[in-house]
């Protein structure tokens, strides 16, 4: 089993920044980890994933050059830094585990979520 706990939002302003973060419990060395992110109305959306052994990471475009994901073996724990934050990047921000072999259609596990929201 693994369990995800997510920190980390708020309420910030246009152009600001977050850091958000995950601690994971459990064996986590199977998994791939993930922020997935679902705003109002909208379907939820794979923002960045990253891998605990070699750190190989991907972005949604919408993210590029923006958010920075991170994870810490040593602490169990997964960052996703958001710099020049959006009013379009408010949304319900999801820490997911996806075990090797499944696919980011379906994560395995998921956190409870936190909420960010950018104003304008």
């Known amino acids: 089993q693994v369990q995800l706990v997510e920190s980390g939002g708020g309420l910030v302003q246009t152009g600001g920044s977050l850091r958000l973060s995950c601690a994971a419990s459990g064996r986590t060395f199977r998994y791939a980890m993930g922020w997935f992110r679902q705003a109002s109305g909208k379907e939820r959306e794979l923002v960045a994933t990253?891998?605990?052994?070699?750190?190989?990471?991907y972005y949604a475009d919408s993210v590029k050059g923006r958010f920075t994901i991170s994870a810490v073996n040593t602490k169990n724990t997964v960052y996703l830094q958001m710099n020049s934050l959006k009013p379009e990047d408010t949304a319900v921000y999801y820490c997911t585990a996806r075990r090797t072999g499944s696919t980011w259609s379906t994560p395995d596990y998921w956190g409870q979520g936190t909420q960010v929201t950018v104003s304008s």
């Open positions: 990253i891998t605990w052994s070699g750190g190989i990471t």
